[in-house]
């Protein structure tokens, strides 16, 4: 059996150190990266074109700015991609 466990990555290891066993029988552990702002905003162009929507250009040239302007850092790496998803929803 193939188990997947997900998950912020000080919680991870949390989780790991909780049972001494544990860490022994994960065999493979992954680390992926926050996506940076530039990444995000191809997140949202994708999620907009999803609903059918298009953004302008100049929309689409000023989002990375945008996300770091009003979302910092820690805000993107606790919403990830959950980030472009929320704001496409809450803007239609």
């Known amino acids: 059996p193939?188990?997947?466990f997900a998950g912020y990555l000080?919680?991870?290891e949390?989780?790991?150190a909780a049972n001494p066993g544990m860490a022994r029988r994960v065999a493979h552990k992954f680390h992926f990266e926050d996506f940076n702002t530039k990444e995000l905003?191809?997140?949202l162009h994708h999620?907009?074109?999803d609903r059918g929507l298009v953004l302008?250009?100049?929309a689409s040239a000023a989002l990375s700015n945008l996300l770091d302007q009003y979302f910092p850092?820690?805000?993107r790496s606790l919403w990830n991609a959950g980030?472009?998803?929320r704001l496409v929803s809450e803007a239609v």
């Open 83 to 85: 980030l472009a998803g």
């Open 2 to 4: 193939i188990f997947i």
């Open 10 to 12: 000080r919680q991870m």
């Open 47 to 49: 999620k907009t074109l």
């Open 41 to 43: 905003s191809l997140i």
């Open 14 to 16: 949390t989780f790991l």
């Open 56 to 58: 302008s250009a100049d």
């Open 73 to 75: 850092a820690k805000v």
